[in-house]
């Protein structure tokens, strides 16, 4: 089937590119999923609390912060990867209903092979297109949904328009939120649209990001929180600060500010988001 081992690393072939799945040296029991030699996850099989990409970090904060602590929430993941952020709220959140979405089947079963996550009748993994999950989806069904979608190190485009925003909209509930994960780099236009394009349909919101990547001085991932009720902002604030790699959160006037003058992407115009710099994503060897 194309796989091969060289140590622990495996490295196979699935639909949307070629995984490796790479040992964490410092951590045992942990794995760095990588597509196409860009890392998309990293699990920690024995403490899925353990985060240990900077964006997830933010992620789980949200929704740590989103409901009372412990309260179970029903969530859609629209991406899937190795599965570390639904690992995180099972944990977390015991009793939680959660849905992936993840178009790539191949890469799914590699996860549940390799990488098992417990079994949970509340937690079900949905090969299929994110946005073909949330068009089959109810009405008001979500307490969450969180967006971490990438082909090619790009978000696609469909997953860009207001008519995406919009189904994400029509499938939370009242109080529900919307996190997704935006990378991009200077001058920032892809996150400058999508947050405009987010919030023209959930209009309270939210950005949790490195300082550098805020200023549009490097390419990074930034952390939209939108809802229709305000955001936790001093809260988030507070555990951005006190992160390994300290961020800020960007919100109120501010955030007018950095979307000024960004047009409401649509269909008929949306483009995957800008792909890195060359070389960015580097892992031991």
Known sequence: MGRKRAADRVIEPVDTGQAELVPDPDRA??????????????????????????????????????????????VLHLGGGALTLPRYVSATRPGSTQRVAEVDGALVELVRRVLPWPS??????????ARAVLTATRDATYDVVVADVFAGARTPAHLTSVEYAAEVARVLRP?????????????????????????????????????????GRRYGNLVLVAGRASPPV????????????????????????????????????ATGSDP?????????R
Do not use: I, K, M
């Open 175 to 215: 109080s529900g939120w919307y996190l997704a994960n935006l990378a991009d780099g200077p001058p920032l236009r892809h996150a400058r649209g999508q947050v405009a394009t987010v919030r023209s349909v959930l209009p309270q919101a939210c950005l949790v990001g490195d300082a550098a990547v805020l200023r």
């Open 234 to 269: 001093p809260e988030l604030t507070r555990r951005a600060a006190g992160d390994w790699f300290p961020g800020r959160v960007v919100a109120g006037d501010e955030l007018d500010r950095f979307v000024s003058g960004a047009q409401v992407v649509h269909d008929a115009d």
């Open 276 to 284: 890195p710099p060359p070389g960015l994503f580097s892992v031991r």
């Open 120 to 129: 949970d009748a509340r937690l079900r993994v949905r090969v299929e297109d």
């Open 29 to 74: 029991g942990s794995w760095t999923l990588l597509l196409d030699g860009a890392p998309q996850s990293h699990v920690d099989l024995t403490d899925p609390t353990h985060l240990e990409f900077e964006y997830v970090r933010r992620l789980a904060a949200a929704v740590d912060l989103v409901a009372p602590a412990g309260a179970p929430l029903r």
